[in-house]
C-alpha cells in the first residue's frame, strides 16, 4: 500500500509548503485544490509584501520563522530569488519602545536568533532613509528579510509536483465527504476527489471550510492597508528589478507601520487604522480570475492619511513622494494571535492549518507534515493547537472582538500578565461575589476570571515579618503586580489561605473501559485502591510530556482527573472507545484549595470525617460533608502545604466557602491568589505544564522522571524512554535564584553561561519564603548546582546560580504531617 490519498484545500503560501512537506517525506499521493486560477490565486499569499520578522515572544514562532527563512533561501524560479536577505530593522522612537526592543532582543537570543540592539547612527547607516534624530535605537537581525511568496508557490509547487503531487485550479471545494466519522473525500465544483486526510490551508475561508464539517475555526478576515509610492529620487538607482531591495525591512511599531522597498519605490503597511472585519458573505462570488482578487478590498484613503503622515517623519524622502496605489488586503486574526492547527474533534482525518503568516508557513507546514506522518510535531504545539480553546471561546462574537483587540496591538508593548478588558466576566467561579467582597485583582485566562491577590490583605503587608517584607521591584516587574501576594505567601506557608482552584480544569472518566485507558494513557499505576490519587504523565509516541495530571479514584470504574487544558481533554477524548464516557466537569463544579499548617484544624472543626494524617493519607481522596456540602477531598497541595483541594458540585460551593471562612477566622484563613500560588509552587519545585515543559521534554529533562513507573510497560510513549535517565539527559530544568536578592525577572529571557547563550528561563516570580527571586530555566546538563549564570532582563545582566530544588519543604515534613 502507498502513502495515503492527501486533498490539501488552497494552494497559498500554506498549503504549497504542506504539499512540499508532505512529497518530501515520501507521500506521493497529494493533491492541491484551489478555487482560484494557479500560481496566484486570489488568496493572502497572491499579494503578501512577505516581509519576514523572526522575533516572537513564543519560542516555537520563533522556530517556525527561522525554518522558514532556512527552506526559503534554498529556493529560486529559474535563478530568481525566493529569499531577499536583507536583514530587519525595528526602530524605536520611544524609550518604552527602545526597553521594549532590548527586551525582544532577549527573545531573539533566548529562542536562537542573533540579534543585536544598535544606536540610531547605525541604523541610519543600514537604513539611510532614516532620520536618526527621530529615533532612539533599533533592533536589527542580520537573518530576516523579504519572502516572494508569489515566487515561493511557484518553487514548491513544482518541487512537488516533481514527486508526484498534484496541482488543481479553478477547482473549488463545496463539500467534505465522510463516513462512520472519517474523512473520504471533498466535493468540489468539478466532481469528487477521495481522500484519506484533508488539510483545510484555506487561509482567511477557513471558517467555511470548516463549518462544512461542522468545526469551529476560531479567525475573523480583517483588511489590512498597503501602499506603493511613485518612484523615490534617495532610491532610484539602488536596486534592480531583479533585486528589488537593498535596505533591511523596516518596523516603526510605535506608529503601527512597517515598511519595504519595490525597486525605486517604497511600500507602507499600517495597522494604525480601525478594524475592519470582513464578513465572507459579502466577498464578490463567482469565477476568479488573476484579475479578481477576493483577499483586495479597494483602499480607503481616509483610513491611511494618519499613517502617511507618520511615515513622513520617519523618512523623510516622503516629504515630497506621493502614493501610486493601495488596497485593504484581507487576512486572519485570532484571539491570541497564534494560528491554527489540528484536527477536526468530530470528523477524523479532517485537519486545518489557518490563520498563518508567510513568515510562519514553512515551519507550520513542517509541523503538520510531522503529525499526518509520525504523528508528532519537533515543536510543540499548545501554544498553536486549534484545540486550546475553551468553548466559549468559539463564539463568533467573541472570536470577532477578541481578534479586532489583536489587530488593535498587533505592535503594541505587552506585559505578560496584561489582563483584556472585554470581554470579561464571561466565566466566574461560585465565589466570585465574595471574591470581589474582598476585592479581589482579577484577570482572566480562558474565559475564567481568576484572583491574583485581594486588597482585604493589604493590612497584612505592615505584619510582615522582616524576613518575608519583599524588594522594591522595578516598574515592568511590578505591572500587575502587588507586594500584598508576600502577605498572602507568609499567612499561607504559617496559617492556612484559602485558593479558587474553580478553574483548574478536570475530567470524569468512567466505565468497564477507564482503567485500561487510563493505563494506557498514563505512566503511572492506575489500577490502585479506590481511594487513591496519583501524579502522573501523559506522554506522545517520542517520550515528550503531553501533560502532567492527578488521577484520582472515585470508585472502580470512576476517575477524577486533573488536567492542564483544553488540549488535554481533546486528547484524552479522542483516546477513549465507547467504553469509556470522558465528561469535562469543570463548569459544573468548584474546587477551593485550603492549605496551610492549620488546614487541619479549620476543614475537621466544620466536619465529622476524619482528617487526621492516618485517618487521611497524603495523596488519597474521600466523600466527605464539609459544614453539610458534599465534598470529594483530596490531600494534596500544588502550594506545597498541608491541606486538601475541596471539590463540590456548584450548588454547594457559596456554601462551603462561607462555612470555611467564618471558622477560619478562628485559624487565621485569607483568601489568597494566584500570585502567590505561582511563587509557592515554584519554590516546591512543581512544574507548570506549558510553560516549564511541554511535548518537546522527556520527563527526565524536565524533572518529572520520579512519575514514571519503572516496572511498567504498554503505556504510549514507554518505548521510546528505554535508555534514558536522570544521568543520561543532556539539557535538564533547573531552579535559579537570583544572587542580589531583589531582581525579579519574568520568564523567556535568555540565560547565560560565560557570556554565551546556554538556555533560557520558562517560569519565574519571587519566592517570598526564601527571600529571593526564582527563575526555572532549560540550561545544558552541564550546568549542575551551584554553577552561576547570567539572565538578560532588558538590557542588564542578572547574576543568578543554579540551585537545589525544592526550595521549600525538600524533607516534605510540612505537607506529610
Ligand atoms: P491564502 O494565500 O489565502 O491561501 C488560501 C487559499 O485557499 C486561497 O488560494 C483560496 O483560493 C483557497 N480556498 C479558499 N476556499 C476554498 C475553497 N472552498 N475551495 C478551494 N480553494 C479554496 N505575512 C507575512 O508574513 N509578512 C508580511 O509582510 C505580510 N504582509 C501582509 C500584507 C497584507 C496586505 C496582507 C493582506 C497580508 C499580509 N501577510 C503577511 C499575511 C499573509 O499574507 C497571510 O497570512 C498568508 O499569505 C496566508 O497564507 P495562506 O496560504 O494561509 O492563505
Ligand atoms: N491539582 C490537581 N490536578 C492538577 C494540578 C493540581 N493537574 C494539573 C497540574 N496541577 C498538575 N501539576 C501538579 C504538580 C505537582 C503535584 C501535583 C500536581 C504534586 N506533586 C507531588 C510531588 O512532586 O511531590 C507528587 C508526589 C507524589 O507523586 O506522590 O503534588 O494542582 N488536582
Redesign the pocket.
Known amino acids: 500500500m502507498g502513502s495515503p490519498r492527501v486533498v490539501i484545500i488552497g494552494a497559498g503560501i500554506v498549503g504549497t509548503n504542506l504539499a512540499d512537506e508532505l512529497t518530501a517525506r515520501g507521500w506521493n499521493r497529494v493533491t492541491v485544490l484551489d478555487q482560484g486560477p494557479l500560481p496566484l490565486t486570489g488568496g493572502s499569499s497572491s499579494h503578501a509584501p512577505g516581509l519576514v520578522f523572526q522575533t516572537n515572544a513564543s519560542k516555537t514562532m520563533t522556530t517556525f520563522a527561522s525554518y522558514t527563512v532556512e527552506k526559503f533561501v534554498t529556493l529560486d524560479v529559474d535563478g530568481a530569488w525566493c529569499f531577499n536577505q536583507v536583514g530587519g530593522l525595528e526602530v524605536a522612537t520611544t524609550e518604552e519602545r527602545l526597553a521594549e526592543l532590548h527586551r525582544r532582543h532577549g527573545f531573539a537570543t533566548a529562542w536562537g536568533v542573533a540579534a543585536r540592539v544598535i544606536d540610531p547612527q547605525e541604523c541610519a547607516k543600514l537604513h539611510p532613509l532614516l532620520d536618526p534624530r527621530r529615533i532612539l535605537g533599533g533592533l536589527h537581525v542580520e537573518t530576516d528579510g523579504l519572502a516572494k511568496a508569489s515566487r515561493v508557490v511557484v518553487a514548491l509547487a513544482r518541487r512537488a509536483q516533481s514527486r508526484g503531487a498534484e496541482f488543481r485550479g479553478s477547482t473549488r471545494v463545496v463539500g467534505i465527504e465522510h463516513s462512520g466519522g472519517k474523512v473520504t473525500g471533498v466535493a468540489t465544483t468539478a466532481g469528487t476527489v477521495p481522500a484519506d486526510i484533508v488539510v483545510s490551508c484555506g487561509g482567511f475561508w477557513g471558517p467555511e471550510l470548516g463549518a462544512l464539517v461542522g468545526m469551529d475555526v476560531p479567525l475573523l478576515p480583517l483588511a489590512h492597508q498597503y501602499v506603493k509610492t511613485h518612484e523615490i529620487p534617495e532610491l532610484a538607482g539602488r536596486n534592480t528589478e531583479a533585486s528589488e531591495a537593498g535596505f533591511p525591512i523596516l518596523r516603526h511599531q510605535d506608529q503601527d507601520l512597517y515598511f519595504r522597498e519595490h525597486v525605486d519605490r517604497l511600500g507602507i503597511g499600517s495597522y494604525a487604522h480601525r478594524p475592519m472585519p470582513v464578513d465572507l458573505r459579502e466577498l464578490p462570488g463567482g469565477e476568479i480570475t488573476s484579475e479578481t482578487m477576493p483577499s483586495m478590498l479597494e483602499f480607503t484613503d481616509e483610513d491611511f492619511a494618519p499613517a502617511w503622515e507618520q511615515s513622513k517623519l520617519l523618512l523623510p524622502c516622503l516629504e515630497t513622494a506621493t502614493i501610486e496605489s493601495g488596497f485593504n488586503g484581507i487576512f486572519s486574526f485570532t484571539p491570541d494571535g497564534a494560528p491554527l492547527i489540528g484536527e477536526s474533534p468530530d470528523v477524523a482525518g479532517f485537519w486545518i492549518a489557518e490563520a498563518v503568516w508567510v513568515t510562519h508557513s514553512a515551519g507550520v507546514a513542517r509541523a503538520v507534515a510531522q503529525l499526518l506522518v509520525d504523528g508528532r510535531s519537533e515543536v510543540p504545539l499548545n501554544g498553536c493547537d486549534v484545540h486550546r480553546f475553551e468553548d466559549v471561546q468559539l463564539d463568533p462574537d467573541y472570536v470577532s472582538e477578541t481578534s479586532q483587540q489583536n489587530f488593535v496591538e498587533v505592535y503594541d508593548i505587552l506585559h505578560p500578565l496584561q489582563p483584556r478588558q472585554s470581554p470579561r466576566d464571561l466565566r466566574v467561579s461560585p465565589f466570585h461575589a465574595r471574591q470581589k467582597e474582598l476585592g479581589a485583582v482579577f484577570l482572566e485566562a480562558g474565559g475564567w476570571e481568576r484572583p491574583h491577590w485581594f486588597e482585604s490583605n493589604a493590612d497584612l503587608v505592615a505584619e510582615l515579618p522582616a524576613e518575608w517584607r519583599p524588594p522594591q521591584r522595578d516598574p515592568w516587574s511590578a505591572m500587575f503586580h502587588s507586594p500584598i501576594a508576600a502577605a498572602e505567601a507568609w499567612r499561607t506557608r504559617t496559617a492556612v489561605a484559602l485558593y479558587d ?1 474553580t478553574p ?1 480544569k ?1 475530567l470524569e472518566v468512567t466505565g468497564p473501559g477507564a482503567v485500561a485507558l487510563m493505563e494506557r494513557l498514563t505512566t503511572g499505576k492506575m489500577d490502585k485502591s479506590v481511594g487513591s490519587v ?2 502522573t504523565l501523559m506522554l506522545d509516541g517520542a517520550g515528550g510530556v503531553r ?4 488521577v ?1 479514584r472515585l470508585s472502580p470504574d470512576t476517575f477524577q482527573i ?3 487544558g483544553n488540549l488535554d481533554v481533546d486528547y484524552v477524548r479522542r483516546q477513549a472507545d465507547d467504553s469509556v464516557v470522558v465528561r469535562d466537569i469543570t463548569g459544573g463544579t468548584c474546587c477551593i484549595g485550603v492549605w496551610g499548617p492549620r488546614a487541619r484544624d479549620l476543614v475537621s472543626a466544620l466536619s465529622r470525617d476524619d482528617f487526621s494524617n492516618d485517618g487521611f493519607k ?2 488519597r481522596c474521600k466523600q466527605v460533608r464539609i459544614a453539610g456540602a458534599p465534598v470529594t477531598a ?1 490531600r ?3 502550594v506545597g502545604e498541608l491541606g486538601w ?1 475541596l471539590y463540590t458540585t456548584a450548588d454547594h460551593g457559596l456554601r462551603l466557602w462561607d462555612a470555611l471562612w467564618a471558622e477560619g477566622r478562628r485559624h487565621g484563613v485569607i483568601a489568597a491568589g494566584r500570585a502567590a500560588f505561582n511563587s509557592l ?1 515554584m519554590e ?6 506549558g510553560t516549564d515543559m511541554t511535548t518537546e521534554h522527556n520527563p527526565y529533562e524536565a524533572g518529572v522522571g ?2 514514571v513507573r519503572a516496572q511498567k510497560e504498554g503505556y504510549i510513549g514507554h518505548e521510546a524512554l528505554a535508555g534514558i535517565s536522570d544521568e543520561t539527559v543532556e539539557r535538564r530544568l533547573v531552579c535559579l535564584t537570583v544572587d542580589d536578592g531583589r531582581s525579579v525577572v519574568m520568564g523567556s529571557e535568555p540565560v547565560f553561561i560565560n557570556g554565551e547563550p546556554a538556555g533560557y528561563v520558562t517560569s519565574a516570580a519571587f519566592g517570598h519564603t526564601v527571600g529571593a527571586p526564582i527563575a526555572y530555566a532549560w540550561l545544558p546538563a552541564s550546568a549542575t548546582v551551584g554553577t552561576g549564570v547570567e539572565i538578560a532582563y532588558f538590557d542588564r545582566r542578572v547574576a543568578a546560580t543554579v540551585v537545589a530544588e525544592p526550595l521549600v519543604d525538600p524533607e ?1 515534613t510540612k ?1 506529610r504531617s
Open positions: 482552584m483548574l478536570r496519583t501524579y501533560s502532567d495530571i492527578t484520582a486533573g488536567v492542564n497524603y495523596f483530596m494534596l497541595s500544588y483541594e509552587r516546591k519545585g512543581y512544574r507548570s505544564w520520579f512519575a516534605m505537607i
